[in-house]
Nanobody
Framework: QVQLVESGGGLVQAGGSLTLSCAAS????????LGWFRQAPGKGREVVGY????????SYADSVKGRFTISRDNAKNTLYLQMNDLKPEDTAVYYC???????WGQGTQVTVSS
């Protein structure tokens, strides 16, 4: 397993952009497929998207497809979530985690104002 720490959240206006980072400790980062998840106030946690261990394959929830991009730099042990054209409904705490196993971190808050 790897330990993951999210960062980069903040307050942004609707239509704006934000990039989240997920820094990993451990030497096996490149072995794991990873995902971004989010939890909006009063709602359950949902999948934002996934990326394969090599970064060659990604998939996204319909709600973010075409606006969000997941990437990773295995040399830097870092996962990214580029978010464009943000909407108020994107307001949530965002988390990164292994797609299988792993544990939830503290997340990073993203707030989109209208």
């Amino acid at each position: 397993q790897v330990q993951l720490v999210e960062s980069g959240g903040g307050l942004v206006q609707a239509g704006g952009s934000l990039t989240l980072s997920c820094a990993a400790s451990g030497r096996t980062f490149s072995a794991y497929s990873l995902g971004w998840f989010r939890q909006a106030p009063g709602k359950g946690r949902e999948v934002v998207g996934y990326i394969s261990h090599s970064g060659s394959s990604t998939s996204y929830a319909d709600s973010v497809k075409g606006r969000f991009t997941i990437s990773r730099d295995n040399a830097k042990n870092t996962l990214y979530l580029q978010m464009n054209d943000l909407k108020p409904e994107d307001t949530a705490v965002y988390y990164c985690k292994q797609t299988v196993g792993g544990s939830w971190g503290q997340g990073t808050q993203v707030t989109v104002s209208s």
